[in-house]
């Protein structure tokens, strides 16, 4: 069975929050229109809740499958094939719904893809945008 884990995209500090577990999400007893997100860093009984605004943060779920290099692999990460062809061609990591999975998406084509042995994690695409700026260019 595959783990169920996030990391979290922080828009206001522009800074990842890895290993957190997201423990709930619900409206403020204030205001009825703004919802929270509570996300648990490194949890345990005494780790204080950090509390988001769902519109302030982007969730990332753990695909459950790692790297070339053992390193976990989440949506949003970029990740190249060290044995293909096109040993340059970068893809990010995204869940298809058509596919009910997650897929490598290289400018609009999406990949089903089930091992990463031959592939390795270069970034992700906040904190590294411009790895996929060359592909984006290229269209």
Partial sequence: MREIKFR???KKEKAMVYDVIVKGIWKSK??????????????DEFDEPIYFN?????LMQYTGLKDKNGKEIYEGDVV???SCKEKDRKYKVTWCDKFLGFVL????EKYQI???NDFKVIG?????????????NEK
């Fill in 54 to 58: 769902p519109y302030d943060v982007e």
């Fill in 80 to 82: 190249e094939c060290v």
């Fill in 30 to 43: 204030i205001d009825p229109f703004t919802w929270f997100v509570e996300v648990i860093k490194d949890f």
């Fill in 124 to 136: 992700n695409i906040y904190e590294n945008p411009e790895l996929l700026e060359e592909e984006n």
């Fill in 114 to 116: 089930s091992i990463f």
């Fill in 105 to 108: 998406e290289h400018k609009k």
């Fill in 8 to 10: 979290a995209w922080d």
